[in-house]
């Protein structure tokens, strides 16, 4: 079982950074176990994928338009995995989730049962 908490958002004018954190806490499977993602949700539309890591933090994948700008990584030793989010644009504003699963890669939302419970990330033009 794993539980996840998110922190690191708010409001940046555009061209700045933030850095998203994800704590984990897991009982019985391993962190290192999980594929971890980054996804993010107007409201209105559906969760959309960001960025994913793959156990070892080897493996990484980005959806088009954060390629260059945002970074996924992860340390194992402390069960947590961060989004450092650079040249950050007013259409990046969502709410971000976190989001561990077995497999790797996740990149579909309908995938995934377990979810942090968001941050709220705004950019300002």
């Known amino acids: 079982q794993v539980q996840l908490v998110e922190s690191g958002g708010g409001l940046v004018q555009a061209g700045g950074s933030l850095r998203l954190s994800c704590a984990a806490s897991?009982?019985?499977?391993?962190?290192?176990?999980?594929?971890m993602g980054w996804f993010r949700q107007l409201p209105g539309k559906e969760r959309e994928f960001v960025a994913v890591?793959?156990?070892?933090?080897?493996?990484?994948k980005y959806t088009d338009s954060v390629k260059g700008r945002f970074t996924i990584s992860r340390d194992n030793a402390k069960n947590t995995m961060y989004l450092q989010m650079n040249a950050l644009k007013p259409e990046d504003t969502a709410v971000y989730y976190c989001?561990?699963?077995?497999?790797?890669?996740?990149?579909?939302?309908?995938?995934?049962?377990?979810w942090g419970q968001g941050t709220q990330v705004t950019v300002s033009s």
């Open positions: 897991v009982s019985g499977r391993a962190f290192s176990r999980y594929a």
């Open positions: 890591i793959g156990w070892s933090g080897g493996s990484t």
């Open positions: 989001a561990a699963h077995p497999a790797y890669p996740i990149t579909d939302y309908r995938d995934i049962s377990v």
